[in-house]
């Protein structure tokens, strides 16, 4: 879906036609969902938070600007519910659950019962990780990698200029590679 397809979606919307807010629900509703699944750790609260943001783009659609890119209004919108999910709860590293944070689907059909195994814990470990890392640091991370943004479009959604955001990946990198050989160190026998 292009930017005017979308913004021609948005204007349908705007004129009284809701059902045409389902196309952008459905094209957006897994990068919201692991987006707040990622910054939270926690999969009621993304589930929650992505509802949440899907309504509030609803109420405030006549402030959606068509020049712009949709997904990137949308994932501001998102951002700001998370953070203040994340501020009402008063805790930098939400709830981890091991297990759970396998939202990209199905391993390769080359892939045995081991090496799957072993993928599942290391994506576990860095999971963890990412939890632990501060709220902007894990943000850029995540809409850079995990959502596959260009540094571009993560400044555009977090506000920050270009080069402070660079900086976050960057530090943000730095500070997973250490907490995963920390990580190492203590799980060696």
Not at 42 to 56: C, I, K, M, P, Y
Not at 75 to 86: A, G, V
């Amino acid at each position: 879906m292009d930017q005017k397809l979308e913004a021609e979606i948005v204007a349908k919307v705007l004129k009284g036609d809701r059902q045409e807010y389902a196309l952008l629900v459905e094209k957006y509703k897994s990068p919201i969902y692991n987006l707040a699944y990622r910054m939270t750790g926690n999969r009621e609260d993304a589930g929650d938070l992505a509802q949440e943001t899907f309504v509030r783009a609803f109420q405030h659609l006549q402030r959606f600007d068509p020049d712009k890119f949709f997904f990137t209004w949308l994932y501001t919108i998102s951002l700001n519910i998370i953070k203040n999910h994340l501020r009402k709860k008063r805790e930098v590293t939400a709830e981890y659950e091991p297990g759970s944070a396998h939202l990209t689907g199905p391993a390769g059909d080359r892939e045995n019962p081991e090496q799957l195994f072993i993928r599942h814990q290391q994506a576990d470990v860095l999971d963890s990780c990412l939890q632990k890392l501060p709220v902007d640091l894990r943000e850029a991370i995540i809409l850079r990698f995990y959502a596959e943004l260009s540094f571009e479009e993560v400044a555009a959604i977090s506000g920050a200029s270009l080069s402070a955001v660079k900086m976050r990946v960057y530090r943000g990198l730095e500070r997973l590679k250490q907490l995963m050989s920390e990580f190492g160190s203590e799980h060696t026998p």
